[in-house]
DNA sequence: CAAAATACATAGTTATGCAATGTATTATAT
DNA sequence: ATATAATACATTGCATAACTATGTATTTTG
């Protein structure tokens, strides 16, 4: 019983990291359309208002691959205390681009909720 | 233009694959919810309802993994002409598990619909 | 009778999330 | 005073899953 219940935990557990892939690419681009944020501010805001949780060794990458990509840029900002912090700034490609994926999205979602009645 | 263009057409379809990282998953096991399908006709049937494109080289490895966790079965039909169709099944266990995705992607969906106004 | 469609399947490539680990500074608690 | 926690950014290696290309075999269509 409690075996069976154990798989089907780290099966979902599993199954709920690959959903992020990709998804947190969306939900970043998304939040930077309205804000700039710098990185350790961003995943403990998405903790508080969301079901998301994203590791540091997740979000870093993640955030370097957008800005070899040229969708976001970033700055670092001096504070009169503590570590400078990494601020992003979403660039005009990715504007465009986010444009394109949004669409997508509501396609997606419309098709999940059709085929799940 | 055209350069730029294409960069970001790329990057938009790198990014929907990525996006089907667990989707897929989802998508499968709520359809076996209500219907049981054979391989062949599911991939012909989603490309026509909705906006997801799921190649064969992506479906019959992830029915097998489905299989391999138990949360799907399978039977082989005999048709009267043509080939052997292989039907799928969701299993007890796949129902339990289904549920608890089926729970999370709605906490998702709602917080990316928060995250992005 | 050749080509396209039907039907299932696998190997290798590529991309991304995560745990573990690292560096450095500042705030807090004992 | 000083150890611990919190803040802040970053990288390495592993696991996982989608896709392209390729393969087999049967049936239908032009």
Redesign the interface.
Known sequence: MLY?YI??ET??NK?????????L???VL??L??NEFYGYEFIEE?KK????EIAEGTFYPLMNRLKK?N?VSSKWIEQESGIPRKYYILTE?GK??LI???S??E??????K????
């Open positions: 069976i798989m089907n099966f979902v199954w709920k990291s690959q959903v992020k892939k990709g998804t690419t969306f939900i998304n939040v359309q309205e998405i208002l969301t079901a998301i990509e969708l490609t465009d681009t394109q994926m949004q997508y999205w396609d997606l979602s419309k098709s999940i059709k085929i799940s009645q």
